[in-house]
């Protein structure tokens, strides 16, 4: 309850979703206003939500989308993402000050689902597995980021990024291969140019720190170039330093 009353109060207007779960909107068509704060710190993303199972937000840019989701997890069986191999393990690795984060299925980080069919690997990364090794086959890839990251103009302090740290997170097999992960995909990121932008992933985020616990590689970015990078790669298969290449 006292949730709700923080969203009306924050300017949340109370709505319903198709599956007759109860939901609050801000702007359901996605419309993105820059003086409103909430908006101006989320590019619209935080326009719609609701709440599933009493456990977990939901937030959505349109309410079209949030009814969607709602509605299939009214309906749906299926186990919590929880129950995924390396989901807790690899949620639990984020920074505390995390308020996004988006997971992709390990499988889509192959070749085969990465390239062209029919295509072979890109030259650059069979010179970058000579020098490190292959990169042992992920379950997940999960991106996260700690802070609001929207546009800028040049003549805008662009101090607000500072602060800011992308994350990300990959759930490994074992210790091991965690361990090869950290390493494998730092030096990638350091040699490789973007397929899609054609420039240095470093134009883009630049690494501050690699590590690995347990089976969970981490690395963690600051932004070196446009801010929704982040999470942008992934909607355009721009993922060359995680390819998996190895078993």
């Not at 840019?61 to 993402?81: G, K, M, P, V, Y």
């Not at 607000?160 to 494998?184: H, N």
């Not at 134009?203 to 963690?220: C, F, V, Y």
Request: aromatic residues 8%; negative net charge; glycine residues 6%.
């Amino acid at each position: 309850e006292t949730i709700h009353e923080s969203w009306e109060a924050t300017g949340y207007t109370p709505m319903m979703t198709s599956s007759g779960m109860a939901a609050w909107s801000s702007g359901p068509d996605g419309a993105f206003s820059p003086d409103d704060p909430l908006k101006r710190r989320t590019t619209g993303s935080m326009n719609n939500v609701c709440m599933l199972g009493g456990e977990w937000l939901l937030f959505t840019r349109t309410f079209d989308q949030l009814d969607t989701i709602a509605t299939f997890a009214a309906d749906t069986t299926a186990d919590s993402l929880f129950a995924a191999p390396g989901v807790r393990e690899t949620i639990a690795m984020l920074n505390e000050k995390t308020v996004s984060a988006v997971a992709l299925h390990g499988s889509m980080l192959t070749p085969d689902l990465t390239f062209p069919l029919g295509s072979s690997l890109p030259e650059d990364l069979v010179a970058a597995d000579e020098e490190t090794g292959p990169l042992p086959a992920a379950a997940l890839l999960m991106m996260a980021v700690t802070g609001g990251v929207r546009a800028y103009s040049q003549e805008e302090d662009a101090s607000v990024l500072a602060d800011v740290v992308v994350q990300a997170r990959l759930a490994m097999d074992s210790p091991s291969d965690a361990e090869a992960a950290a390493e494998i995909v730092p030096s990638r990121w350091e040699t490789l140019d973007s397929p899609v932008s054609k420039v240095p992933y470093t134009r883009m985020l630049e690494i501050t720190q690699a590590e690995s616990i347990g089976t969970i590689a981490g690395i963690d970015f600051s932004i070196t170039g446009p801010p929704p990078f982040w999470y942008r790669f992934i909607d355009q298969r721009d993922w060359l330093p995680f390819v998996t290449t190895g078993a």
